[in-house]
């Protein structure tokens, strides 16, 4: 019986837990990032997810931005088709899940890191750059938060530097490169 | 095999083990403490596109340029616009804070009224203005029982001229101001020269050296803002060029250690170094006598007054040695254009005018007064009447604007202390924030024994806990207002504090309650009084053609004669504009009387030249220590702090908290009081219980005490009980109550 409750318990943590905690949710469009930056497309991370002259981060870009070259198809996908007639000609802007997006209370600067520190993208992002559909956005049910910051791992264990994005996955590599923190820092 | 309560115990106790190695009480704990940082009670951030609005903050009436970043329609944050003339992208701690005003926790959205033991309770509206019509209607059918008075912290402004059209419409009220660093000034000016103006500015900008008696320049004195902004100007020189700062203080203040100079003056010496240094611009031919003959009225008298005050004489009464007194008279005479500046802080209050007259001689004496990098005599705004003596082209007055009332007569402004006692029977507060502290016992001694106060207020703090009635008023950024010359500024200006917000519903701005309190009382004051006070300045500064307009959005001045319509120069102004008169022109040498109008002139200066100390009453054995209150601008003042500064209060220590009584060390040893510990501190006129604390920068036999902040904005009370240091602060003179006699006690708490 203790083995039996050990391993209920094991299968509930490992297996149960993440199928009931995390709800699946389809971006509102398929973007091909790898197209984009490819050949054919020739962008980089920074045209679309570009500073600003005063130092803030444009964050995902606006309808706006996409408009300026899909005014008018460029080609025959079914995400370009939405694109331009859900959220193009309408003037509407793509509600976009935010894979990244961190608590109220966190305070995180891009241009200290990408400008001044040289982190490339990936470093936290993973080589989002490289995919040609966006995958699900799960959702935790209680915090409402996606998975990504948790990590894909229930156990919260990571491989990759972009598998995380908790504190302590900040404050680590903040103590790696011999930063001294204060809650101010992250908490203002 | 059935399940035992064995087994079942193997089970739970396996589960046990098995949920340690899982990640399960881990991840919940986690999620759950997420989730409570984002449940329905918790105020969410909004999110949206932000923008920048410029516009000038009106606070204290300093005028500053700013930026502010907003999220919608909700400001965020505030920070300087460099380019806007007047501040120079200076702002102060309030400024910055602004934002956070709206929801300051003492915050009132509906009028409310003293009900006897019960405190405050809400009212309707239409109830607390019959409470105000009532009493109103009283002062005007017995005007000897007491009338009507208005405090006015913002005298010039349209809401000014609002409250001068209700007074003016009473046989008999006052337009009140408090005693302030202005007001003494202004007496000063009255008394000094044969032509006074009406304001005058210090050209800072462009002085070399600057003589501050007691002003606290870099402490929230005049502007802050434009402070802030005038040591950037000056940091950005050269140290050659910068000037030379010579600051007289008993205190090590921030002042003191910023400036180049420091005189460490005994209290209430002012006068006596003021005449010293005149001494030695005299009898070292330091300034041209010859030249000063003729404006100098009474120059052989005030060199037979400054003759029983040389160097060695004033030495002793300042504590200063002779050679500091000499060398910062050589260096006031030589290293020009040289302005010295008196004044205190905004909670030691004014200095005397004696004091006054004294440092405005020194300016006098070496000719700064109406010349570059000294005191500039301002030309009051354009208005109406200098129009009409200015003919148009066609030679005819300029009198077509409209009033909207037969304009009677303006209301002289009346300062506090000057009217009789037991003769104000409606007492209204002014909206605008107090940035300064005055005794309450100045208020007490003049309202009649059935006077009503009415505070047009947006917070339950301050002067509004003393109220009976309190009409919630709009805060900064809700309403739009005008911006007139600030205190200190060597230009006329003119500016416009934007409304970029919504104020909660039931909540007023200024004007309007002022329009129910005229109707209540069968007074009229006309359809938008207010807005159209704004108009008709904007429409004379546009038919005056003087100065320049700057434009903020552009960042750059425009002729005044390019705006054709005072509606065009509103919308600039509304956005962060600002205008700017015309130079003051130099003036011809005026006339002037070093010793003010009048016989006593020698005498008086001669018994404040011995130092003030020695007129105060009281037994310098039984109370021989040195009381000076001292405050910061507008925290001094009581008035709702916004609540970023409660951590520059509760964090920081170099920051007095209110009832910390600081004495030197040397004090402290020689008389028993130990840091850290409880005290008496005791004047003539009471006892209040005080926390000491030794401190170096405090001169030996003083007690230095803040003046605020008002601890319920702090969060320390709130009953709206506390005391101030400043209910047992002595008044002399009606205006001064920077020194008083006490003592101190040590006392042990049981």
Redesign the interface.
Known sequence: ??????????Y???VI?PAL?YEQESQPLQFNHAVHMGDEGGMSCDDCHAFRDDGTFVGIPKTASCADCHEEPLGDSAAEKTLIEKYIKPGKEIPWLVYSRQ???TYFTHVSHVKSANIPCAHCHGPHGATDTLRPYER?V????SRDI?GSA???IKTNSWDRMKMDDCANCHTEHGFEDSCMTCHK | MGITRRSLLQLVAGAAAGTMVTPLPWKLLDDVSIWTQNWFLTPQLIRGETSERLTTCGLCGGGCGISVRMLGSVPLSVKGNKDQPVSHGGTCPLGMGSPQYRFHPTRIVKPIAKNGSNGFVPVELKEAISIIGKQLAKCKSEPQKGTVAVLDWRPGSAMSNMYGDFLSQLDRSYHLVAPSNQTTLTSALEVTLANPPHQVGYDLENAKTVLSIGAPLFEGWNAPGRLAGVNRVWSGKKKANRPYLIHAESNHTTQASVSDTWLAIKPGTETALALGIGHVLLSENLVDAGALAEPALDLDEYKKLVDQFPPQTVAEITGLKKKEIVSAAKRFAKNTPAVAIGGGGAGAGPLGLEEEIAILGLNLLVGSYGKPGGILPLKTLPDEASLAAVPNKEGKPQTNMVHLIEPKKAMPLTSLEKIPNRSIRLLILDSAMPVTAIPKSLFDQKLAPDAITVSLSPYLAGAALEADVVLPSQVTYEWEYDVPTPTGVPMNTYAVSAKITEAPPGTKAPPEFMELIAKAGGLELGENAFAKHIDDRLEAIVKSGRGKVFDAKSGKDKDTSTFKTAAKLRKTLSNGGCWIDDAPVAEESTPFRLLGIGDQGATRLSIMGKGRVTTLKGNSKSHPLILMPYGDRGVAGESALPQVMTKLYRESELRQLYLTAHISPETGTKRRLTDGHHALLDTPLGTLDVTLVHDHAVMPEVVRVAVGPNPLTLGDVDDGKFASILDITKVTGGSVWRLSRASLREVHLG
Do not use: E
């Not at chain 1, 019986?1 to 094991?10: Q, R």
């Not at chain 1, 209680?142 to 938060?145: D, E, L, S």
């Open positions: 019986m203790l083995l039996i409750g050990f391993g209920v318990v094991l509930i943590g490992y837990l905690l608590p109220d209370n935790n209680i915090t409402g938060y948790w229930i156990t919260g």
